[in-house]
């Protein structure tokens, strides 16, 4: 099941050609994206959703249109949406820089998507995880912003390398290390460590995305009484921690229960107060 709208809330074929051959994101992966979850038509973290596509087109010196009309095309989506037989559903909104000699008019749309059984299932059952080099240093982002660290963009191959190379160890999630041994984030999610009464992720200037899921997370918990830090921490760290998630918008706040083979803490008890603090935002 697939809903597919434009920007000016048109419903559109999502099974019909929508992209010219010669469309730069199709060419070049030169465009950006975000991924929405919506639960009983509410679409969660909206706003922080489109401030960060706002930044990644910053970010890539691409136009963007209006926010209007991205709020349009959501809520096209959403009104076609068959909520009695899917309460959930991903919303993937998508920007290009347009045609290759183009004027630069980008190019967009929004379509929505039913959420998988792989997926409920390590939200449910929690993930193997293993660690690998990305391959730059924690502070290259201000050094070499044109490498566009902490950009959603459509050029996910090395992300999706990743996973394949976690699937052929035995493994359904990757943790990207820093060339200090820092953790990163994975390579559709923000990594959160609890430390007692304190949750601990990695901050943006790291190069990585600034987490959507990992913020509502940390609002709820800040406002619960628990401790929340911003701050680059080893990879160590995750093998003493007293739980380890990874935050993402579809997957929500997946508990990982081993890590390079190793088994780490994974409380269920834990993992139930962090997944209801998350839920309280809605």
Known sequence: ??????????IADPEAPLFRADDLGVMRGDGIFETILVADRQPREIGPHLDRLERSARLMQMRLPERAAWERAVQAVIDNWPWDTDPEMALKLVCTRGIDGGDGTPHGFAMGMQIGEDT???RRDGVAA????????????????????????????????????????????????????????????????????????TPPSSGI??????????????????????????TSALFEAD????????????????????????????????????ESNY
């Open 1 to 10: 099941m697939r809903v597919l709208a434009l920007l000016d809330g048109t």
């Open 120 to 122: 409920r299932r390590k």
């Open 130 to 201: 293993v660690t690998l080099e990305r391959g730059f240093a924690p502070d290259l982002m201000d050094r070499a912003p044109w490498l566009l660290l902490s950009a959603k963009t459509l050029s996910y191959a090395v992300n999706m390398a990743a996973m394949r190379e976690a699937e052929s160890r035995g493994a359904e999630e990757v943790i990207f290390t820093a060339t200090d041994d820092s953790v990163l984030e994975g390579p559709t999610s923000t990594v959160v460590i609890a430390q007692g009464r304190t949750l601990l992720t």
């Open 209 to 234: 995305l600034q987490g959507t899921t990992q913020g509502a997370l940390f609002r709820a918990a800040e406002q619960a009484g628990w401790r929340t830090e911003v701050a680059k921490f080893p």
């Open 243 to 278: 739980g380890v998630w990874l935050c993402s918008s579809v997957r929500l706040v997946t508990q990982v229960h081993t890590i390079d083979g190793t088994a780490i803490k994974a409380d269920p008890e834990l993992h139930a107060e962090i997944t209801r603090l998350y």
